[in-house]
């Protein structure tokens, strides 16, 4: 892949879920490990709900610049998503196109700033393993660890 032809854009797009506001869709079919789209903005040092942590200080805060669809990646606790390097995320099993796209946050983070609180983390992913609320690597079980395992940012292992 030619990252001067990348383009985000050929690969996921957002709607509403009706649940719990926007989410990213896939475009097309995508194979487990498959890159479906790479993660990109700013170096920031200060967490928001948005950033993705790429080292235990820095972060990419993608809400910039405007438009940028990585900022509306959800956490779900039965992810097809998983990460790979630090900004990669890659298909963790087959997706449809049309599929949502979800990530499980505990693949990104190793845990969450005070100035999200506790009630800022309710998952509303529906599924039938909810964990209850988003995830982070810190609290993730060995057993989740063990799953997970090549789709963790790299930063965390
Ligand atoms: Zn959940």
Same mark, same amino acid.
């Given at each position: 892949m030619k990252s001067d032809n990348y383009r985000i854009e050929d690969s996921i797009y957002t709607k509403d879920t009706g649940k719990y506001g926007k989410s990213l869709f896939a475009k097309r079919d995508f194979l487990k490990d498959e890159l479906v789209f790479i993660a990109y903005g700013p170096l920031v040092t200060t967490a928001t709900l948005y950033t993705i942590p790429v080292s235990a200080e820095l972060k990419i805060d993608p809400t /910039?610049?405007?438009? $940028?669809?990585? /900022? @509306?990646? *959800?956490? =779900? *606790? &039965?992810?097809?998503?998983g990460i790979k390097n630090r900004t990669c995320f890659v298909a963790f099993k087959d997706i449809k196109r049309d599929e949502e796209i979800t990530i499980d946050y505990a693949m990104?983070? @190793?845990? @969450?700033? &005070?100035?999200?609180?506790?009630?800022g983390r309710t998952c509303m992913c529906g599924s039938p393993i909810c964990r209850g609320k988003w995830g982070c690597y810190k609290?993730? =079980? $060995?057993?989740l660890k063990e799953k997970y395992k090549g789709y963790l940012s790299e930063w965390l292992v």
């Amino acid at each position: 892949m030619k990252s001067d032809n990348y383009r985000i854009e050929d690969s996921i797009y957002t709607k509403d879920t009706g649940k719990y506001g926007k989410s990213l869709f896939a475009k097309r079919d995508f194979l487990k490990d498959e890159l479906v789209f790479i993660a990109y903005g700013p170096l920031v040092t200060t967490a928001t709900l948005y950033t993705i942590p790429v080292s235990a200080e820095l972060k990419i805060d993608p809400t /910039q610049p405007e438009g $940028n669809l990585s /900022q @509306y990646i *959800c956490h =779900s *606790c &039965d992810p097809n998503l998983g990460i790979k390097n630090r900004t990669c995320f890659v298909a963790f099993k087959d997706i449809k196109r049309d599929e949502e796209i979800t990530i499980d946050y505990a693949m990104i983070g @190793y845990e @969450y700033a &005070d100035e999200i609180a506790e009630t800022g983390r309710t998952c509303m992913c529906g599924s039938p393993i909810c964990r209850g609320k988003w995830g982070c690597y810190k609290e993730l =079980s $060995n057993e989740l660890k063990e799953k997970y395992k090549g789709y963790l940012s790299e930063w965390l292992v």
